[in-house]
């Protein structure tokens, strides 16, 4: 390589920060003769993730939180939960007060009186369910990195546009894997009985069907919502900050432990227990797992002139290359901030499995051309790889 | 005397009287003792005429062994520390640092990030210490500055960070009249550098208060990498060419003579 | 009200959960003040680990051992509702780094500090906009340091201290009325947890101090006897405050030990209250400050074994690299 040629007399480490892109690939490509194998400079295989470790419930003023350190990345997730009153909320007396959440919880009563015969059993879906959690913003999810986790955020400013994108995301990925059941976050109200309690739960089957809203009447109605409020703070920032937010998230969510909660009729409030025997977890759906990657192209150009996509010719080139064992490009699992900063092309793999079965939840790519439907299959057998590894990760914290 | 000092000092540990010592970066005095100003190990500088008192030091650096090439592909053991730049290096009684720094008289490399009629901006990427640039073949001796590979791994980055990372940098300019030591009134800024090369410069002035003062009048000082407008990394073919190894055209630069 | 750059809970706003527990009277509730086990001159033990966070030149992390009350809820949870807290917390330094171009000539190095909570860091929701008293904390933090780091040695540079509170000490045991005391004294357990943490991340980014300062914290409490009473005031070092029925005075102090230096005194409530009320003259301010600087003296110990310990570690690398 003509880079290496006048930067001989220099050490590895002022090597790495004068012309980081020629020592990347200098560590991706090493010379024929030299029998070393392709490895990146952070003694990685393209394919290998950061030493992850995760622990949670440290935190006092939490109703959960976990912390997750992967590599040198470390984000620190607490979990809040507060009431929001349904009075409070303006548009509820008009649409929901008691119409549609029927089935829902005579369901729940069902379960609860059958003991776990039906807990295994797949709930079906409730259109309402979910438009709760989104329509009354009931999770909370902010991820801040103005703590110095790095140089170049300032703390004290604003949310940058990298931590704004980021909670988004994670709300997006809280919303559409739907992995809080809005059913964990209600508060219902049970209005005494006026007798004959036995007769009414006899009928209670025959009247669903007939009269919906008299049936919510007597099952209760919802008082409150639990609004979890989940904050991230990037503790230390060191590339792939995604990961690690929302595996701290994961891991969060399932430390946290709700209290028993009910509408308090004297104080016109709703009144928590703190008997810890009666709080309860979160029941999520699912464990999905996120899994970052970066594109390093061996051409320095192809950042910076990188207007034109390529034509079919170049194509042709570079698989031809590919052939001949040639390496032009190189995808990286869980790029460190060395790496991110020396590739525009980015992919995010969100997979969860259901009865040993993959279910992709998220792909996402941008910033390039070099991932195609081919290699972004084999990131998926990556992730589900990545899958494995924080479960039991999580399982063990 | 010497061997009732420790080998690990930290910042306050009383070092000894400066009746036998003297002071050397890395420590204070106070009440007529030297006290250690930061973590790391205590030197002691023992010249050669017994009659000067001998200089104790804490350094900033760690002596390590990095691998031999830089495109080799072992980097340094992990440390947990980040320091910057340069201490007093045993082996020449060099001009005592007690900063990191860029000083007068430092070689410093630096990418172009603006050339102008009159000036050239630079930030400041590496201030190489004074046994780097006299010992520039042997890399073992060059334990400096910014060296943990990990801090630069892990640091260099995110887009966003990208756009401000020069701000983070120290900013210096090098003046139409400091690039080359003859025909002065002949330079021609385009001519000399381009943004984004990487260009090894001297300390002349520390400045104002936002920018330090380089030269590159000296032959060994000047553009040591550089891209040619094709994107090819270019080797440089005399003093003021370098030529791209794809294209084959040459491109002007006032270039360092290469090692 | 709201926040475009941040993600809005619902418009209505949110209320705290309220404990039916916490709705009872006070009386039925007191007994479960948590008890300070320590001895009065007792340290609880702290940990201190530097160098944690790579991207930064210097950092540190430091943790307030659990008080009894809170380890055994913590291994055998009793409620829902925390007895107390234990200091937590993350420091990093950046730089030393060019000025913003805006600012103007400095022969010194010029120090900023930042010190924020993180939203549940303490009993009630923090908010993600620095308040009066994070910034006061601040201000606090950063006198106590610049009487410390040798400013001179780094011409025209910036250094920035950033602190981020994970976990925050209680001001007062949660049971009591909030507008039972009038001093959120948490704070001062804060600022000294912030001034350790701080030193040993300076020390670490390799930043010349006279000393290792570090920060301490002592108070005059009257604690309620068996009887229901109130005892005699006593002073007490590394307060817990909810721990007391009530304090009267406390004081934080960043020491310098190898110089025998105070650079920060920050104390707060009336002493001579304390005094007045008994004969005993050992409860006036220098008392105060005295046991102040002597739980300094304890944090110190940490404080030089975590930096000693990472200094070690860096030489042994020298060694190491020479043999090699």
């Not at chain 1, 490009?329 to 040993?356: F, H, I, M, N, T």
């Not at chain 3, 930064?56 to 430091?62: H, I």
């Not at chain 3, 000693?308 to 020479?322: C, D, Q, T, W």
């Amino acid at each position: 390589m003509a880079s290496t040629a006048p930067s001989l007399t220099l050490p590895p480490s002022q090597f790495a920060r004068l012309q980081p892109h020629a020592y990347l690939l200098a560590h991706l490509s090493p010379p024929a003769s030299s029998n070393q194998p392709s490895i990146r400079a952070n003694g990685r295989a393209p394919s290998q993730f950061r030493t992850t470790y995760a622990n949670t419930g440290s935190l006092t003023h939490t109703n959960g939180s976990a912390v997750v350190r992967v590599g040198d990345t470390t984000a620190v997730c607490g979990v809040r939960a507060e009431i929001l009153p349904t009075d409070d909320i303006a548009s509820w007396s008009v649409s929901h007060s008691s119409s549609s959440n029927t089935n829902k919880r005579r369901k729940i009563i069902k379960s609860e009186n059958e003991e776990e015969e039906e807990e295994e059993e797949e709930e079906e879906e409730d259109p309402n369910e979910e438009s709760h959690i989104q329509d009354l913003n009931l999770l909370v999810p902010n991820l801040s990195l103005s703590t110095g986790c790095a140089p170049g955020f300032i703390p004290g400013a604003p949310p940058s546009a990298l931590a704004q994108s980021l909670s988004h995301q994670i709300l997006n990925l809280l919303h559409t894997t739907r992995l809080v059941r809005a059913e964990d976050l209600r508060v219902w109200y049970q209005p005494p009985s006026l007798g004959g309690e036995e007769l009414e739960r006899h009928n209670a089957e025959e009247q669903m069907d007939v009269d919906v809203d008299e049936a919510a009447r007597k099952d209760g109605e919802v008082k409150a919502f639990w609004v979890l409020y989940i904050d991230i703070m990037i503790v230390s920032m060191a590339g792939n900050p995604f990961d690690a937010a929302w595996a701290a998230v994961l891991a969060a969510l399932r430390d946290t432990k709700l209290p028993r909660a009910w509408w308090d009729v004297d104080n016109e409030m709703v009144v928590c227990s703190d008997v810890v025997g009666e709080a309860r977890k979160l029941t999520l759906r699912g464990l999905p797992v996120a899994s970052s990657f970066a594109v390093f192209e061996a051409d320095a150009a192809a950042g910076w002139r990188a207007v034109i996509v390529p034509d079919a010719e170049e194509e042709r080139l570079i698989e031809e290359g590919d052939r001949k064992g040639i390496q032009r490009r190189w995808v990286l699992a869980d790029p460190d901030g060395y790496e991110e900063g020396l590739s525009q092309e980015r992919a995010c793999v969100v997979v969860d499995k259901v009865r040993g079965k993959t279910v992709i939840v998220k792909m996402e790519k941008n910033g390039g051309w070099a991932l195609d439907g081919k290699e972004l299959k084999g990131l998926v057998d990556v992730s589900e790889r990545r899958w494995e590894e924080v479960k039991t990760i999580l399982e063990q914290c | 005397m010497t061997s009732t000092l420790p080998a690990v000092a930290i910042p306050g540990q009383r070092l000894g009287p400066i009746a036998s010592f003297s002071a050397g970066p890395g420590t204070h005095v106070q009440n007529a003792n030297i006290y250690a100003s930061i973590a790391g190990p205590v030197l002691v500088d023992a010249h050669p005429s017994s009659k000067t008192k001998s200089t104790l030091s804490v350094s900033r650096t760690a002596l390590r062994n990095p691998s031999a090439a830089p495109s080799s592909s072992t980097p340094p053991p992990p440390t947990t520390t980040t320091t910057t730049t340069s201490g007093p290096q045993p082996p020449k009684p060099n001009k005592p640092r007690y900063n990191t720094l860029p000083a007068v008289d430092s070689v410093v490399l630096a990418r172009v990030t603006r050339v102008q009629k009159r000036q050239a901006t630079v930030s400041i990427l590496v201030v190489l210490d004074d046994s780097v640039s006299s010992h520039p073949l042997n890399p073992t001796v060059s334990a400096s500055d910014n060296d943990n590979i990990e801090a630069i791994l892990s640091s260099a980055a995110n887009p966003e960070n990208h756009s401000s990372s020069d701000e983070l940098r120290f900013q210096a300019l090098i003046r139409r009249e400091d690039v080359r030591a003859v025909e002065k009134d002949r330079v021609v800024m385009d001519e000399m550098f381009r943004v984004g090369d990487i260009v090894r410069g001297s300390v002349i002035s520390l400045g104002d208060q936002s920018f330090y003062y380089l030269t590159t009048a000296r032959n060994d000082l000047g553009v040591v990498m550089a891209r040619s407008e094709a994107g090819n990394m270019m080797f440089p073919v005399s003093w003021k060419d370098m030529r791209d190894p794809v294209g084959g055209g040459s491109e002007l630069r006032k270039v360092a003579r290469p090692f | 009200m709201t926040d475009r750059r941040r993600i809005n809970g619902p418009p209505s706003g949110t209320r705290p959960a309220v404990f039916a527990s916490s709705l009872k009277s006070a009386s039925g509730i007191s007994t479960g003040r948590p008890q300070r086990e320590r001895q009065p001159n007792e340290l609880r033990k702290l940990f201190l680990k530097t160098g944690l966070i790579p991207s930064a030149s210097g950092s540190a992390y430091l943790e307030f051992e659990p008080s009894a009350s809170l380890a055994a809820a913590r291994s055998s949870p009793q409620s829902l509702i925390p007895p107390s807290s234990a200091l937590k917390l993350a420091c990093t330094v950046h730089g030393p780094k060019p000025l913003p171009r805006s600012a103007s000539f400095s022969p010194n190095l010029v120090l900023t500090t930042h010190v924020k909570y993180a939203p549940f860091a303490a009993r009630q929701r923090k908010g993600h906009i620095r308040d009066a008293s994070e910034r006061d904390l601040g201000v606090h933090l950063e006198t106590a340091l610049r009487g410390v780091i040798v400013a001179e040695r780094w011409p025209k540079s910036g250094l920035d201290i950033t602190i981020t509170i994970l976990e925050a000490e209680d001001d007062r045991w949660w049971g009591d009325a909030p507008d039972s005391h009038d001093a959120p004294w948490g704070m001062m357990n804060v600022l000294a947890g912030c001034i350790t943490a701080a030193s040993a991340a300076i020390a670490d980014a390799r930043i010349d101090c006279l000393d290792l300062v570090a920060g301490g914290v002592a108070a005059i409490v009257s604690d309620e006897t068996a009887e229901g009473e109130t005892s005699s005031p006593k002073l007490m070092l590394d307060t817990d405050p909810a721990e007391h029925k009530s304090i009267l005075s406390a004081c934080a102090v960043a020491y310098m030990p190898s110089r025998d230096e105070i650079t920060e005194i920050w104390l707060k409530g009336d002493h001579s209250k304390a005094s007045l009320g008994t004969d005993d003259k050992n409860l006036g301010h220098e008392a105060l400050i005295d046991g102040a600087v002597n739980a300094a003296r304890g944090a110190h110990t940490v404080l030089a074994e975590a930096v000693k310990e990472s200094a070690e570690r860096f030489a042994g690398l020298m060694l190491g690299g020479n043999a090699a």
